[in-house]
């Protein structure tokens, strides 16, 4: 079936610097793919998004590219601030009105 | 705008104990779903809706039933609590439950004792 795979955290930043968390995917078909943030105590927001290959979703200064030949959505910010400390969640949807998501990269910026 | 709202935010259950956890939504979506979010699992799908009417089963519904009577209410129901069921529940929303976004509920912190 459909899975999301993406990096291990927590992720542990200085501010100003680049972040890059991984993402991979399997799934048959093309799917949509998602990144969502989860600020503390809350549910989870949507961050970007791309709906075909080569698209690139962008928002608030982050980034991913959706990479077919690598089956890859990896998200990148150049500058990192201590208010991006989050849980950022990789996702996909097939198309089989199932919505699959990674198991979440917390992200801690120290200033 | 409200969007997604869940009730209550925290509840503590017994073992045996029956409950529902509310979820509405005021976007007109006809998708509704239920996750369960577990420490290192991420979120994992309960139960689906595509409509009002129309439910089916996701990753783990064993435990839970659910019921769509209008577009706007999707309520979660524990017949008989578990610890197992001790979780974060999440209900979500889309527009069509293809390639549109999730939008979340704040979620409700459920202890099984």
């Known amino acids: 079936g459909d899975s999301v795979t993406q990096m291990e955290g927590p992720v542990t930043l200085s501010e100003e610097a680049f972040l890059t968390i991984n993402c991979t995917y399997t799934a048959t078909g093309y799917p949509s793919l998602f990144w969502y943030v989860q600020y503390p105590g809350e549910g989870l927001q949507l961050l970007l998004k791309a709906t075909k290959a080569d698209d690139k979703g962008s928002n608030k200064g982050f980034e991913a590219t959706y990479r077919k030949e690598t089956t890859s959505f990896h998200l990148e910010k150049g500058s990192v601030q201590v208010s991006d400390s989050a849980v950022y969640f990789c996702a996909l949807t097939g198309g089989t009105y199932k919505y699959i998501f990674g198991t979440g990269t917390r992200l801690k910026v120290l200033a | 705008n409200a969007g997604v709202t869940q009730t209550p935010k925290f509840q503590v259950l017994k073992t045996g104990q029956s409950m529902t956890l509310q979820c509405a939504q005021d976007?007109?979506?006809?998708?509704m779903s239920w996750y369960r979010q577990d420490p290192g699992m991420g979120l994992r799908l309960i139960h689906y809706?595509?409509?009002?009417?129309?439910?089916d089963q996701g990753e783990v519904p064993n435990g839970y039933n659910v019921s769509r009577s209008t577009t706007e209410d999707f309520p979660l129901r524990l017949l008989s609590a578990a610890p197992s069921q001790t979780s974060v529940y999440f209900c979500a929303s889309s527009r069509t439950g293809q390639d549109s976004p999730l939008h979340f509920g704040n979620g409700t912190r459920l202890t099984v004792t």
């Open positions: 976007m007109n979506h006809e998708y």
């Open positions: 809706s595509v409509g009002a009417g129309i439910t």
